[in-house]
Structure formats: C-alpha cells, structure tokens
C-alpha cells in the first residue's frame, strides 16, 4: 500500500480528511461532532482508535467542532502551529500537555513513513495552512479555505498524484444569492474561499502526466451545486487540453478510500 485517503466530510457544516500509510493513519480537522465522526470512520471501515494523530489547518468551527472530544475519547496527539493553538484553545477545552503539539508554518515533519509539509493560506484565520503528503515518491496535496491560490502555494503543490482542491462557490450564485454583502464580499476577497473558475485555473497551472484524481472540496450548499463545480472546473481545464477525473465530495458522508497508485 502507497498512500490511500477519503474526504470524510467536507463544506463549510464540516471538514476532516483521512489518509494513511503501512505505518499512519493521519486526521486532519474534525470539524464534525465526535458521534457524527466515528459514523464517518465507520463508513469507510477504519477504527479511530487506531489513528496515529490529528492534524489541524485552522481554528474556525467547522475544522475543530469535534475536536477536543474525539482526540480525549481517543487520547489522540494533535499538530498546530503557535497562533491556531491559541485561537482554538478555549473552544477544543482541556487536554494533556503530551497531547498538544506544535507543527510550524513552511516545515515538514515526519510522521513514520509520511512527510507532511505544511504551508500557509491567505484565509480570515490567526495563521491558516495546509498540508501536503509524501510517501514512497507519491503525493496528495489538500488545498482548501483559501482567497487565492499564489505562485508559492502553486510551487509547492504542483505535480501531485492526487489533489484535495477547493471549488467553494459559482460566482453568479454568490451575487445572486441570499446572503448578506458583507458576507458575499468576504468570501469573494483575498481571505476568503476560491471560485470554481478559480479553481479550475490554479489546476491548470499545477497538474501534470502524474495526477490521478482531483476532488472538489469544500462546496458551499448555497452557492454552488456539484455538477455545476464539475463543469466549470472541466471547462478550464479542456481549454488547457487537460482531462482529467474529477471526483465529488459531500458533506455527510466520506468518499470511498482511494489509494494512489
């Protein structure tokens, strides 16, 4: 086995993300309850008991709802960097000294047999990152709650074998649609969340002859639909002679386990 994962959820009810290797099973953010987390783990018939640690992005509530009580009730270590530590310390509540640890903007680090590198994102949170995954010369970039997608995230996760992409909202359904303008520009801005063109352009400039799949992640039940996603992200990305499989993710229930080949 090389790398394998499911989106277990995601979209702004909720996010968290599972890979493994022979030696880690890896979370990153649990941004469901603990109930509706071991429902999720179970649909794709892992135990989380046998997880080897969480790692987290950022401190908004759909990345952390569950945490505090899935890593106690599994006495699970969990990774961030200083600032996310502090912003989510009063809503994770109490935990052990031996269960909190620091994992640094721009630093890899070794989990067994998988590097993760992390790396920051321009999002309305005290120091957003993500991460990407590399074993045994495979790599699954997960990209998400990002405004834009700059030259320096692109470096880093170009050539994946797989990607975990944002596609959040249709631009046209956000103008249109019923939330309010200072929410609308929020999520339009620099600090916000990608568009499905969006999207659709970064992929173009970092996919190559190893990538296998894409995901569409992090879709907004308001302002956009998954065949729409589908379609704007296949349309920039055929103007660029790329074909691609691109793959839905849901917000409650996980995505079948892929392993990278």
Not at 117 to 125: I, K, L, Q, R, T
Request: net charge negative; charged share 25%; with cysteine.
């Amino acid at each position: 086995m090389t790398l394998r994962f499911s989106v277990l959820a995601s979209g702004s009810t909720g996010n968290a993300f599972y890979i493994e290797s022979e030696q880690q099973r890896l979370l990153v953010d649990a941004g469901l309850s603990g109930k509706q987390l071991d429902r999720l783990f179970q649909e794709i018939n892992i135990d989380p008991s046998n997880l080897s640690s969480i790692l987290v992005t950022h401190e908004h509530s759909d990345h952390i709802k569950g945490l505090g009580v899935f890593a106690r009730k599994y006495k699970l270590p969990i990774y961030a960097n200083a600032k996310t530590w502090q912003a989510m310390e009063k809503s994770i509540g109490n935990l052990s000294i031996d269960q909190k640890f620091h994992f640094n903007l721009e630093e890899i680090k070794t989990f067994g047999d998988i590097d993760v590198e992390s790396f920051g994102v321009s999002h309305d949170a005290a120091e957003p990152m993500f991460y990407t995954f590399h074993h045994q010369g495979k790599k699954v970039a997960l990209v998400t709650d990002l405004g834009y997608v700059s030259e320096r995230i692109k470096k880093i996760v170009e050539g994946a074998d797989a990607y975990i992409f944002e596609a959040n909202h249709d631009v046209g359904m956000l103008r249109m649609g019923r939330y309010p303008w200072n929410v609308k520009r929020r999520i339009l801005g620099d600090s916000g969340h990608i568009s499905n063109e969006d999207c659709g352009l970064a992929l173009a400039d970092i996919v190559d002859n190893n990538t296998q799949r894409i995901y569409l992640a992090h879709l907004s039940l308001d302002n956009n639909m998954r065949d729409l996603a589908r379609m704007s992200v296949n349309n920039v990305l055929q103007e660029r002679g790329i074909s691609l499989e691109l793959m839905d993710t849901y917000h409650d229930k996980p995505t079948v386990l892929f392993e990278v080949s």
